[in-house]
């Protein structure tokens, strides 16, 4: 089986922040914000909002894109790092979705590698299971694990969802032509947001008794983040992740027509691109007004460059994702 990309749709929470906004939390301004990151606004989720509905919709307007029918939908891949249940979003967006019948979902973590990660999982099943129509969303509300009161990372990031089908089809059709995939769990110390270390201990002691009462209830941290190290490892590691994902594609960058990287910074996407000496009008950028929105980032920028008619039907893209982990990866796929 060949796999392509069929659909695609986006969607964000209502409430807007701007970088004035954020000036008046924590020691901050405009110029700071929108020099050292290219960021001027970003969504976050408020009141009843949850990342389930964004997901949702998202998903619908893939779908409507595709012309496919919830129903016809069997596997659904849901890439977050900040489910609304621990123990798994995927089934629930079956269920908002109305599918009754008996499908795959099931959740993949990755943080900001999380949509590539789906990508290429999808591509898997239906190459090697069968599967015939692939629903992969990246989606997070990293809002609920950012501390507002540090400058240094509140500032980066906002909530959203986006939605890619991608359908098997003839070998001759295939889209998704190659990738590129790592981790290196030493990094882990530059961008975490673990248990906390006073809740990191069990209920339990080996005698079997409480060792609380209440019983302790498990806590995560804050994000923690050494920026400039993670700033380091993107741009070191991200061009040669593209540059091997096109080379097993049998392709060179002059061959790509848009470069689709994870919407960290706007410092990283151009060290990226100069690095790899891809011009800036074929570069996708849309981080200025919602910030780094982790695994939603590339699907939300993908919807923005396919809906306004700047990414056209049969153009090739060489995306990456790159974060906790830390993980890093690259797909080259055909719109
Ligand atoms: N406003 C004003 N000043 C600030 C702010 C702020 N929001 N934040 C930091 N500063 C100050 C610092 O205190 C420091 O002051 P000092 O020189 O007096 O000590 C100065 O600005 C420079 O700070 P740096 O941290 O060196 O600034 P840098 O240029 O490295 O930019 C940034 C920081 C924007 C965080 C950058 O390092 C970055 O974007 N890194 C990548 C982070 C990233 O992408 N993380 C997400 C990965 S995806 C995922 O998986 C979740």
């Known amino acids: 089986n060949g796999c392509k990309l069929v659909g695609c749709g986006s969607a964000v929470p209502k409430l807007q ?41 998202a998903a619908r307007k893939a779908l409507e ?3 496919v029918d919830p129903d016809d939908i069997d596997l659904i891949l849901m890439c977050t790092s900040t489910p609304d249940d621990l123990f798994g979003n995927g ?51 990293i809002s609920r694990f950012v501390d507002w009161t540090d400058r240094g990372s509140c500032i980066l990031f906002g ?11 003839n070998p001759e059709e295939d889209g998704l032509f190659s990738f590129d995939l790592h981790s290196d769990g030493d990094g882990i110390r530059h961008l975490n947001a673990t248990l906390k270390e006073s809740e990191a201990g069990n209920a339990f002691d080996p005698n079997g008794s409480l060792l609380d009462f209440p019983p302790r209830r498990s806590a995560y941290s804050c994000i923690q983040m050494n920026g400039k190290e993670v700033f ?27 470069l689709l990287l994870h919407q960290a910074n706007e410092r990283i996407i151009d060290g990226v691109a100069n690095r790899l000496e891809v011009a800036s009008e074929k570069v ?52």
């Not at 008046?24 to 509905?53: H, Q």
């Not at 599918?99 to 949509?115: E, M, R, W």
């Not at 490892?233 to 790509?256: D, H």
Request: overall charge positive.
């Open 65 to 67: 894109m595709a012309k």
């Open 232 to 258: 380091r490892f993107a741009i070191r590691k991200v061009p040669q992740s593209i540059e091997s994902a096109l080379s097993k594609a049998g392709l060179s960058v002059s061959s790509i027509d848009w």
């Open 159 to 169: 909530d959203g969802a986006g939605a890619v089908l991608v359908q098997a089809c």
């Open 284 to 335: 996708i950028k849309n981080l200025e007004n919602y910030g780094n929105t982790s695994a939603a980032s590339i699907p939300m920028a993908l919807d923005e460059g396919v809906r306004s008619g700047k990414i056209k039907k049969g153009q090739t893209i060489a995306s990456a994702g790159f974060g906790a982990g830390l993980t890093w990866g690259s797909a080259i796929f055909r719109w």
């Open 17 to 57: 922040i701007s970088n004035d906004d954020l000036a008046k939390i924590v020691d901050t301004n405009d110029e700071w914000i929108s020099s050292r990151t290219g960021i001027r606004n970003r969504r976050v989720l408020s009141g009843n909002e949850n990342l389930t509905t964004l997901a949702v919709e």
């Open 91 to 141: 089934p629930k967006i079956q269920k908002e979705l109305g599918i009754n019948k008996s499908v795959l979902a099931y959740d993949i973590t990755a943080a900001c590698s999380g949509f590539i990660l789906g990508l290429i999982s999808a591509a898997s099943h239906i190459r090697g299971s069968g599967f015939r129509n692939v629903l992969v969303i990246g989606a997070d509300a």
